[in-house]
């Protein structure tokens, strides 16, 4: 009996309150890394009304000027619009940011320390991390959340080229799609939510979208006559952003990985730096499983691995290629550990992460842009070599 199930995935925009959140803190991490390599980060952001608050623990030796780059941040999505509660100059802005923990640095420091069993760096804390790689899409990424996130940046190049005048900054999509046998074969439904100017209406939104951003951004061949197209499904969304709703910090996590399909740890990536496990290690689970994609090991994998905080060696590393492999996943999870180095420091050191490239990150996911370190496929001969 085939295989047919409806699969779901969303993204939002940059306009988002949680996204704003998120730009400021990726902002901070990346004007600290800019002039201090070695700065630790962990700023955490909450934006609601006119009100920007920063919290968290930095220790660095860059001169940061806070307000400066929160204005900015806020500025570069777009809340600059007269009638914009929250605004780029007129915010108030609280910092209750403070040093990191004396007993967190011990632990991540490449250093001896009392009780501390090794004076290798260690991991920033304990947890578990999850990369995902399948070969539906180009980039080596689940359809449906690729999808939504193409939408979301056809809307922002609308909005931010004065294509229309209409659009403001928040925004939300969704996409579903059905699967046959595994196989994305047809888009069932798409969903999109963008705020917009009191003056215009309804319709004439419905039918732009429809036509200047989904029919653009999807293509033909997974559209049919039963694709239900839902804009602004509440009739009005005049009243957006952080004037509309609070953002955090960390909170679209799901949004920032695979859309549901691939497993996630927990942990948040924006604000933290790279010796926040959280992130540079699901980092590179992705880097991993897309390099087994990529050398046709497998048509999917996950990867799994997990930590103890101040210890540098992971406690697991775990590979899944749910029935897919051309090769015993046990066999692949060995060619792994002996192409890729695994400790925090290693990380950091294979993908170059001690460099000011977070904010790239931030919007439309962390995964799936060419430009970004974990998404080389730079290591494919070597895994078919340690297959052998």
Known sequence: MANKFVFSSESVGEGHPDKVADLISDSVLDACLAQDRTSRVACETMVKSNMVTLAGEITTRARINYESIVRDAIREIGYVNADDVFHADSVFINNYLTRQSPDIAQ????????????????????????????????????TPVMFAHRLGRRLTILRKTKKVDWLRPDAKSQVSIRYENDKPVEVVNVVISTQHTADVSHREIESYLIDNVIRKVI????????????????????????????????????????????????????????????????YMCRWVAKNIVASGIADLAELQVAYAIGYPEPVSVYVDTMGTGRVADEKIARAVTKVFGFKPAQIVEQLNLLRPIYRLTTNYGHFGKANLPWEQTNKVAALRAALK
């Open 219 to 282: 293509p033909a061949r997974m559209l049919s006559k039963r694709t239900q197209f839902l804009i602004n499904p509440t009739g009005r969304f005049v009243i957006g952003g952080p004037q509309g709703d609070a953002g955090l910090t960390g909170r679209k996590i799901i949004v920032d990985t695979y859309g549901g399909w691939g497993r996630h740890g927990g942990g948040a990536f924006s604000g933290k730096d790279p010796s926040k496990v959280d992130r540079s290690a699901a």
């Open 107 to 142: 632990g991540v420091d490449a250093r001896k320390a009392k009780g501390k069993k090794t004076a290798e760096q260690g991991a920033g804390d304990q947890g578990l991390m999850f990369g995902y790689a399948c070969n539906e899409t180009p980039e080596l990424m689940p």
